[in-house]
């Protein structure tokens, strides 16, 4: 996904509105460290004449230290696992490809592959609340009223079952 590209006004550092905005995505990216900065300069459409004004500048470098200090901090580490491991995953998406479709790859290897990435995308699992629900089927709202007193109200879904006919509009 392309980026907005940041003007080549970039000179005057207005750290406001939209501006800001492409900065901090673009200090965010290379403080995560996932993607490797030409890629993110590509992406931002950001020059090594632009980027050269914009790593020296101390808005800039000040934002950076912030995406830098978030994104390491001991409260993210679950988003820094759960990005590590989806770009983890992503990298190794065309090689799982590969092996679904490759006839020397077993049978019961392809359905624990399939398994496992139907998990990850979410497809076919049931609740965590034990009932064995899917996501969707029921909703609980939960009211802390402080002092050990909560207000629990929980509603099952029902089941909506939709039908119809395949009309051929084209003609």
Known sequence: MAMPVLSDD???????????VNLRRLAREIGIGIIDRETIFKNHGITTDIW?????????????????????????TRERVDIKTLAMIEEALP????????PRFGDAAKVALFTALQRGVGIGLRGADGAGTMPGEKVSITINLGEDKKLTVEHQMPTITLEGNVTDDAA
Not at 10 to 20: C, M, Q, T, V, W
Not at 61 to 71: F, G, N, S, T, V
Not at 95 to 102: G, I, R, T, V
């Open 10 to 20: 970039i000179k005057r550092f207005d750290l406001s509105g939209e501006h800001e």
């Open 52 to 76: 050269l004004q914009i790593a020296t500048n101390p808005q800039f470098q000040k934002l950076l230290a912030e995406e830098c200090e978030r994104w390491s901090a001991t409260l993210n």
């Open 95 to 102: 090689a799982m490809y590969a092996n679904l479709h490759d």
